[in-house]
């Protein structure tokens, strides 16, 4: 074991990477060779380590099984080259971390563990990042409770773990989308802005319906009038109405997603009117019936820019792209990938390169 930094490293004795088609194994079912991981106790985090992926030796009664104090991060490394991997804006990760830790009680990690760890990974992995354009490292940064007791209180310890595992496409590039009449995700007051597990576990049952329905993924409602729209799954939402891009605003219940931040800035950048506002479904429904709705598509780390086929609410459906996304979509896909893999300039200067 050495100390390099911050960190204590024990690397492994032979990579496994030489055994999976790394170009082709789908989506988080693949972990890379190294993970990190750092303990609070004694009321601080203590020195992080780096050691080689495997399992965790734990009891039944830990806390996190039962009462959910956990939150995560998703962020992705891009192969640039032989001797660059390129990092996308991993600040703006580390802050909504924090603050999805402070909204569930829980220690938030030093920033030179989170992303300095990120980056010790990187370079120890690089390996493992996919060369496919489209694909990548799937970095997912999450910090949970980790007292053995069965007790609904605040936790004394923590653990905090970065894993690794390359990834393909998310979806399809076109998702099916159904509003859920009675479910809600998420309510101002509530969870719905931090990155935290519950949000997840609460979707599952709704999604499952969309999915028996034939839609891919539900569109979320608002809580309070079941009118407003909120996000998807795993994306944030926008649609383009008479040429202009109208996407909800962040008002507790929307998870602000660094993926929907990018692209307002884009499209800013390119002189597009930018709307941040409440958007209802019957808007939409109806933009989409005169003609005057051009575009909808879903932005998310997973999986970038996917065009909504269609929307289907309370018996009625609205389809939107055939099969394709729309023309400011992919302006914005192609712009967004371009930065992230260093094929396009970075006027923004988001890219961050590592060197391995
Ligand atoms: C992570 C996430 C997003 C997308 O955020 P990005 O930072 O763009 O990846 C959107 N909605 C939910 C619920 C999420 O968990």
């Known amino acids: 074991m050495n100390t390099v930094g911050h960190f204590k490293i024990t690397e492994i004795d032979e990579s496994r990477v030489e055994g999976f088609d790394i170009e082709n194994s789908g989506f988080g079912k693949v972990f890379s060779d190294h993970m990190l991981q750092a303990d609070y106790e004694d009321d601080k985090w203590q020195t992080a380590e780096i050691k080689p992926y495997g399992p965790l030796e734990v009891t039944p009664a830990l806390n996190v099984f039962h009462y959910g104090q956990s939150v995560f991060e998703g962020t992705k490394a891009y192969y640039a080259g032989d001797k660059t991997i390129n990092l996308f804006r991993p600040e703006a990760n580390y802050k909504r971390f924090v603050k999805s830790c402070e909204r569930m009680c829980i220690p938030p990690i030093y920033k030179e563990t989170f992303i300095g760890g990120i980056e010790e990974l990187i370079k120890l992995d690089h390996r493992w990042v996919p060369r496919t354009k489209g694909h990548s490292l799937y970095i997912r940064p999450f910090a949970c409770a980790w007292d053995h007791v069965v007790s609904a209180n605040i936790a004394e310890s923590y653990k905090f773990f970065i894993i690794t595992s390359p990834v393909g496409a998310y979806h399809s590039g076109l998702v099916s989308l ?116 051009q575009e909808a598509f879903g932005a998310g780390t997973a999986a970038t820019i996917d065009a909504v086929k269609e929307i289907h609410h309370r018996g009625t459906t609205i389809p939107i792209h055939e099969n394709k996304r729309g023309e400011l979509a992919e302006k914005i896909y192609k712009n967004l990938t371009g930065i992230q893999y260093g094929t396009v300039d970075d006027p923004f200067n988001w890219v961050h390169p590592v060197g391995v």
Do not use: C
């Not at 995700?185 to 935290?196: D, H, L, P």
């Open 178 to 293: 159904i509003t859920s009449e009675h479910y809600v995700r998420a309510v101002e007051g509530g969870v719905g802005e931090a990155k935290t597990a519950g949000n997840y576990a609460a979707s599952m049952f709704p999604a499952k319906k969309a999915k028996e329905r034939g839609f891919d993924q539900v569109l979320w409602l608002d809580a309070f009038e079941h009118t407003y729209i909120e996000e998807v799954g795993t994306m944030n939402i926008f649609f383009v109405i008479d040429d202009i891009l109208i996407t909800p605003p962040l008002r507790g219940s929307i998870l602000p997603g660094i993926t929907r931040d990018s692209v307002i800035k884009l499209a800013k950048s390119w002189n597009i009117e930018v709307r941040e506002r409440p958007v209802s479904i019957d808007e939409v429904i109806e933009a989409g019936q005169n003609g005057s709705l």
